[in-house]
T-cell receptor, first 115, second 115 residues
């Protein structure tokens, strides 16, 4: 079955330190992977996606993610965390059993950046 | 430009009542998705529209749920005989097409509470 796992419910990091939010996936074939961020009482905002090409993908707000096929991972990273990065982060994978853009979301990781 | 909008932002209803949730996608976007997000979980797919037709409604939990998109733009999610378990945030997303590599853009959601 196709799925996305985010092994950490919560991540806490000090402001200015690098952050990593982990994501692993299970799909058949080459995956299309996404990261979204959700601020309180707001919808999901797109951060970045991997379709093909360079394994390091750069996105909005200084975030980047590294696609690792051998480890089936797509971890989200940022070199220097800001307090305003505190939010809920969702990893998602395209459902490869469909020909359109249906995605399967992970359970989310709550990121807290401590001043 | 304007993003995806959803109305109402909050809806409180009593068990057994009928509710309608509205989604206005980004202008020109042909693909539209509905998701349901329960507390502490990632969004779960409900239904996908390609133009006016529901191309995939496999995520609708039962026949109390129905959605329409009569003119290929605005969509309405309809829930009959609401139950307490229907309480969740209902998210709408749109994308320019259905290439399989599109990014979905989400609205702020409608928070439904069934008492």
């Amino acid at each position: 079955a196709q799925s996305v796992a985010q092994p950490e419910d919560q991540v806490k990091v000090a402001e200015g330190n690098p952050l990593t939010v982990k994501c692993t996936y299970s799909v058949s074939g080459n995956p299309y992977l996404f990261w979204y961020v959700q601020y309180p009482n707001r919808g999901l905002q797109f951060l970045l996606k991997y379709i093909t090409g360079d394994n390091l993908v750069k996105g909005s707000y200084g975030f980047e993610a590294e696609f690792n096929k051998s480890q089936t991972s797509f971890h989200l990273k940022k070199p220097s965390a800001l307090v305003s990065d505190s939010a809920l982060y969702f990893c998602a994978v395209r459902d490869m059993k469909t020909s359109y853009d249906k995605v399967i979301f992970g359970p989310g990781t709550s990121l807290s950046v401590i001043p | 430009g304007a993003g995806v909008s959803q109305t109402p932002s909050n809806k409180v209803t009593e068990k057994g009542k009928y509710v309608e949730l509205r989604c206005d996608p980004i202008s020109g976007h042909t693909a539209l998705y509905w998701y349901r997000q329960s507390l502490g979980q990632g969004p779960e797919f409900l239904i996908y529209f390609q133009g006016t037709g529901a191309a995939d409604d496999s995520g609708l939990p039962n026949d109390r749920f129905f959605a329409v998109r009569p003119e290929g733009s605005v969509s309405t999610l309809k829930i009959q005989r609401t139950e307490r378990g229907d309480s969740a945030v209902y998210l709408c997303a749109s994308s320019p097409g259905y290439s399989g590599q599109e990014t979905q853009y989400f609205g702020p959601g409608t928070r439904l509470l069934v008492l």
